[in-house]
């Protein structure tokens, strides 16, 4: 194997900014530039070792089953602490993730709220810090990931290249609503996976504007920014699921369907994606077309049929819970 890493606290780390004012595409550099970062896991050579113990739960984690999200929040707990407790003069630390979009969680979502239930359980007396959980919005509930997407792409993040991600999150961070209560407190920002940094550097700017006293930021995977830069399908080649394992988790285990999910769903072909709906038991046909709706693909060019083939079956399962 030759990825350089550990599944274990890695020491924070942080980077020099580099002419951060001029007006240019940041760099891999910029992007993760002045800011402290924590991993459970550090890619820093390749090719990647797919059968890493660390992959081992990844694709079922960003598809939002439950046991999975679990699992790294477990192993993600003592980073918590450990950043908080290693920063003793400061106090209410707020956590938070990647801001929702169309009400739909992504698996950092899921992965924030578990840790701060965790954290919360499990907390030391007066030993621990405060903490407080705040989930970032949008400046609209309707907002969908649609609306910064360029039809012309890929609709899946983890296939665009280094300028592509810049431009997506910065249309994203566009529409975020500043929140008051981020001011003059420090922030434990949580994610699964920084490949380029480019939503780092959205995020950044956006606690800088709220007034934020510092930021950590945690992940679960962090990839070097050289490999990041020039090898960003890293990211969907971690989170691949083939389709038997996604149909068997989507149709059995505990879930909670994410963006990305919804996502792969609707970019099945229209027999793979009838096999996965004669699956799925009513409840969850009809949660995969409100969340198809709320994030827009009845608007999409390319997914007409998905989005009626969804329909058929949702209206299908009800018909027969009125019988």
Known sequence: MNVRARNVLLPRETFVIRNAG???????????????????????????????????????????????????ARLMLPLVRGVTASDSERADWVLTAPALTARTPAAANLLCWELFDLYMRERDGGDSAALSLIDI?????????????????????????FADRVTE???AGRRMIPDADFRGRPILFVNDMCVTGAQQH????????????????????????EIGRTTPRIEWQINFAP????????????????????????GLSIAELERVLRALDGERRTRLLELAV???????DGFQEQMELVRSYSAESTALGQT
């Open 202 to 225: 959205v995020m950044r700017q956006y606690f800088e504007r709220a007034g934020a006293a510092c930021v950590r930021w945690l992940y679960v995977i962090v990839v070097d920014p």
């Open 294 to 300: 709320l994030n827009g693909f009845q608007n999409l």
């Open 22 to 72: 001029e007006a240019r595409l940041p760099t891999a550099a910029d992007m993760t530039s002045d800011c402290e970062v924590t991993s459970l896991y550090r890619i820093s050579r390749l090719p990647l070792d797919p059968h890493a113990e660390i992959f081992r739960h990844y694709p079922a984690f960003k598809l939002g089953v439950t046991r999975s999200v679990r699992h790294y």
């Open 137 to 161: 919005r949008h400046d609209s509930e309707s907002a969908t990931w649609v609306d910064w997407k360029d039809a012309t792409k890929s609709q899946d993040y983890a296939e665009l290249d």
């Open 169 to 171: 999150r910065e249309r």
């Open 243 to 266: 389709l038997e394992d996604l149909l068997r988790m989507v149709s059995r285990e505990q879930i909670q369907f994410t963006g990305k999910c919804v996502q792969r769903l609707m």
